[in-house]
């Protein structure tokens, strides 16, 4: 009697654990909620929190939501169809609207490449092309994590995306400058970057009657706005509350992968 008893519970246990592998292979998303989801630990904290604020502000000003997901292992799936898997257990995007992007990234080790996929949600497929996906990857991304800088690659994946998305220009636009060359759009932010400190000197020299509070030349917004704590640009306090969470968009296989 006894050994039919052991042979119902070694059955149960194996059944268990079969329920319970594909939790462990596709983790649920941190809590609480976030967009950037380190299971790797690939960021610092302070990176982490960066990438997360820009992509929030990002998903409530355009409702398109770009996750990211860092994990240990694959478990033997090839990177496109993990990406898109994890995509569909999470939601990401909205329901309806499709619009969520997630980048899977896998460390690399000893033994193992580096892997990353970027899958698109079916909303997104005609903005952010499988070969975007793919340049994307190869000019902005490897070449950073070639040197180990992990969040360089994200960051500048992440802004491309935000920018194909949103519009800013278009994915034949970003084909056509090979990648990071797309960066002439931000020229003049540069020019006034490095052209402001001479204003300021220059400002020095009127009398205070002459002078604002910022100077004749440019608006306050140039001014003090890039560091952290101010109102503007370095800034993320407002439109970064809480975040509530994946709203169920859907993913067909858009996308591209790749590895270092």
Not at 91 to 114: F, H, M, S, Y
Not at 211 to 225: A, E, K, L, N, T
Request: glycine share 16%; with cysteine.
């Amino acid at each position: 009697m006894k050994i039919p008893f052991l042979k119902g519970i070694l059955a149960l246990l194996l059944l268990c654990m079969t329920f319970t592998a594909p939790a462990q292979e596709f983790p649920e998303p941190m809590q609480p909620r976030r967009l950037v989801n380190d299971f790797a630990g690939m960021f610092s904290a302070q990176e982490g929190n960066r990438l997360e604020q820009k992509l929030r502000r990002f998903n409530d000003t355009t409702s398109t939501q770009i996750a990211i997901a860092t994990v240990a292992s694959l478990h033997g799936y090839a990177p496109n169809d993990y990406a898109q898997r994890l995509a569909e257990q999470w939601g990401v995007g909205q329901k309806g609207k499709d619009n969520g992007i997630l980048i899977v990234l896998k460390p690399k080790t000893r033994q193992e490449a580096g892997q990353i996929a970027i899958t698109v949600g079916y909303g997104l497929e005609g903005v952010v092309p499988d070969a975007i996906a793919s340049r994307i990857i190869r000019n902005e991304i490897i070449p950073a994590f070639q040197q180990g800088a992990y969040f360089t690659g994200i960051d500048r994946a992440t802004d491309i995306l935000m920018k194909l998305t949103s519009g800013e220009f278009t994915a034949e636009q970003y084909a056509k400058q090979g990648g990071r060359g797309i960066g002439w759009f931000f020229v003049p932010f540069i020019l006034i970057i490095f052209l402001a400190p001479l204003f300021r000197r220059h400002r020095n020299t009127y009398t205070a009657d002459n002078r604002g509070s910022h100077g004749d030349f440019f608006p306050p917004i140039f001014f003090g706005g890039f560091g952290s704590g101010g109102s503007s640009f370095g800034s993320f306090s407002s439109g970064s509350g809480t975040f509530g969470g994946f709203g169920g968009g859907g993913f067909g296989g858009g996308g591209a992968s790749g590895e270092w």
